[in-house]
């Protein structure tokens, strides 16, 4: 609830009228924290690992993103997951791991049994598809991503939790890529959203926590 504050703040700017009240109204009626999608890290004491992996091809465009989104899952998983006995391996244990093996490995399972690890359960994302400027269009930029989230039982190897995810950033539409500080921007924005959509996989959440506010709105279009 509290990160709704600040967009409930940056709408009173961009909303007037009918739109403000409407807004606030819904907001209002669904400021609850609903469950989680998989309950499997509210309960009982578990160590979990955050591992990022990518089948994208695209490498000019992912740079450092599934990195960046993995150390993101970790912080939100860390700090929003109801349960006190959960502990999260920190980020830095698994970019060593996936360093030293030049991020070559088999299954998620096997990352989380190395004894420097040594988790129970690895929340493991899949990049298949990831995009900010359009192939088509180059001029125009909007985040496009495809990653499958897989939450893993080390010991056995088996899949507690499996979901693909499909995030477009901004929603509505692209954008022209008239400031060479828009794409950076985006890229930032875009990395944050994906990452709060796998972790609210995992932990209770305010659902529109997870609907962004159009670019109009963080006016990317002024950059």
């Not at 009240?21 to 209002?28: D, E, F, I, K, P």
């Not at 979990?48 to 000019?60: D, H, I, K, L």
């Not at 599934?66 to 006995?85: C, G, S, Y």
Request: aromatic share 6%.
């Amino acid at each position: 609830m509290k990160k709704l504050i600040p967009l409930l703040l940056l709408f009173a700017v961009t909303c007037t009228g009918c739109q403000w009240a409407l807004l606030t109204g819904a907001l209002m009626i669904n400021g609850r924290d609903e469950p989680p999608q998989f309950d499997i890290l509210l309960k009982g004491d578990k160590r979990v690992a955050v591992v990022p992996r990518t089948m994208s091809s695209n490498g000019f465009e992912l740079q450092n993103s599934p990195l960046e989104i993995a150390r993101l899952v970790n912080h939100l998983l860390d700090t929003k997951v109801t349960n006190k006995k959960l502990r999260v391996v920190e980020q830095s244990k698994v970019e060593k791991w996936l360093d030293n093996c030049d991020n070559n490995f088999d299954t998620f399972a096997e990352v989380g049994r190395d004894k420097s690890i040594n988790a129970d359960i690895v929340i493991g994302f899949t990049i298949v598809g990831f995009q900010i400027r359009d192939p088509q269009n180059p001029y125009m930029v909007q985040g496009k991503c495809q990653v499958q989230v897989e939450a893993v039982e080390v010991a056995t190897g088996r899949i507690l939790a499996s979901e693909t995810l499909r995030v477009i950033y901004p929603p509505s539409t692209p954008l022209h890529a008239t400031n060479p500080n828009m794409e950076p921007q985006l890229r930032r924005e875009f990395v944050g959203v994906i990452a709060e959509h796998i972790a609210a996989l995992f932990h209770p959440h305010v659902p529109y926590e997870l609907q962004r506010i159009d670019a109009d709105s963080i006016n990317l279009h002024r950059l």
